[in-house]
């Protein structure tokens, strides 16, 4: 009994000790919950976001530089105010899978060269890079990406003129079980069905 509660003892230090990493299987973030009231330079206390290398600003839709959110009172400009724009990267990590993640990027809405963003996932591997005009349009981008356990998602904005591309509605969620194995899936239901009829006709 008293190597019992020792091993439960050991079991749960050791879930408590990786319970801050957790793993998910789905976000969708338009940055509408970080309880702010109006834009925040060079924010990180994002609620499913780190901000690393660098700085991000929380924007507010129709703020005095006139940028437009996607949808909502929130978006993100990935080139924070520090001349060194940050990597947006998400806390947790996903659990093992296919994914469909897509997000809206529009140009940075307010001038000058254009933008390069890397969108990135697991230890660094490029989902893609976009060029983005600072005019460019709001556009939503879709990709299907196979990740492996505690894969993370990240947005990087190159530059560094306090300028970025702005992002809004990431939305990251498993893709269904292709209906393939579902037939299979059914197939064999159906040949144990029939296994079972054929034990009991035998009675
Ligand atoms: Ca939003
Ligand atoms: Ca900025
Ligand atoms: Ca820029």
Redesign the pocket.
């Known amino acids: 009994m008293k190597r019992l509660m020792s091993i439960l003892a050991v079991s749960s230090f050791f879930f408590a000790s990786t319970s801050n990493a957790a793993i998910i299987s789905s976000l969708h973030d338009?940055?509408?919950n970080e309880g702010q009231l109006s834009s925040v330079l060079n924010y990180n206390s994002f609620t499913n976001w780190d901000v690393t290398d660098g700085t991000v600003d929380l924007i507010q839709n129709g703020n005095q530089w006139g940028i437009q959110?996607?949808?909502?009172?929130?978006?993100v400009d990935l080139d924070g105010s520090t001349g060194d724009a940050g990597i947006l990267s998400t806390k947790d990590g996903f659990s093992a899978g296919k994914y469909k993640v897509s997000f809206e990027l529009s140009g940075n809405q307010r001038g000058g060269p254009f933008d390069q963003i890397s969108v990135l996932f697991g230890a660094g591997s490029l989902l893609n890079h976009l060029l983005l005009d600072w005019d460019e349009n709001w556009h939503t981008y879709s990709f299907l990406v196979d990740l492996v356990d505690g894969d993370k998602l990240s947005f990087r904005n190159f530059g560094g003129d306090n300028v970025g591309a702005i992002l809004?509605?990431v939305n990251v969620s498993a893709v269904p079980i292709p209906a393939a194995v579902w037939l299979f899936g059914s197939g064999l239901m159906g040949f144990l069905a029939m296994r079972r009829k054929m034990k009991n006709d035998q009675i």
Do not use: A, K, R
Request: aromatic share 16%; with cysteine; glycine share 16%.
């Open positions: 338009g940055f509408e959110c996607s949808t909502g009172s929130f978006c809004d509605n």
